[in-house]
């Protein structure tokens, strides 16, 4: 009997399979965090705040709450303006595996040359690196000008958008804000 072509999965080792599967799990697990994206752009909990103070009490809860939302419409803006630079988008995705592998789903802590080196310094060498790289790939207006337009996006969503229906899973209750007195 041949297996011409396919790949036996006992050659595949054990740590590698273990590894793939945590893999999955934190993406999973990150991906948890996302909000319902009806929940989201409801359009009942959009209204103009009263105060200032009621507006930095929304912009707070508000990025807590939906950040791998904010992050993920960030993130599409950014894809879309570099559809037209496919050299920048090799250097972004070639970034976000590097992201990928170095931060987000590490169990250990990395080490390099026998030394552990702290997840602050792979945070701030992973974004200068991923920073510089892209301004080198001739794409600086497209980044800068997507990156502003998903900010405004968010400061203007996370400003405008009640709290007062937001539900905390982990506490089983409303989230709500500091107390704003009308």
Known sequence: M?????????????ANIEYLSRAEDRIKEGLGARRPWKLMFSFHSIN???TLSETVSRFKT?????RMNYAIIVLIILFLSLLWHPISLIVL????ALWLFLYFLRDEPLVVFNRTIDDRVVL????VSTFVFLLLTDATG???VSVLIGA??????ASLRKID?????????LISGPSTSS
């Open 2 to 14: 041949t297996t011409y072509g396919t790949i036996p999965t006992s050659s595949l080792p054990k």
């Open 48 to 50: 103009f705040p009263r």
């Open 62 to 66: 508000n990025v807590c709450y939906f």
């Open 93 to 96: 995705v070639i970034m976000m």
């Open 124 to 127: 701030i060498v992973l974004g």
């Open 142 to 144: 497209n980044i800068l």
């Open 152 to 157: 405004v996006i968010v400061l203007v969503h």
């Open 165 to 173: 229906d937001l539900y905390d899973e982990e506490n089983t209750s």
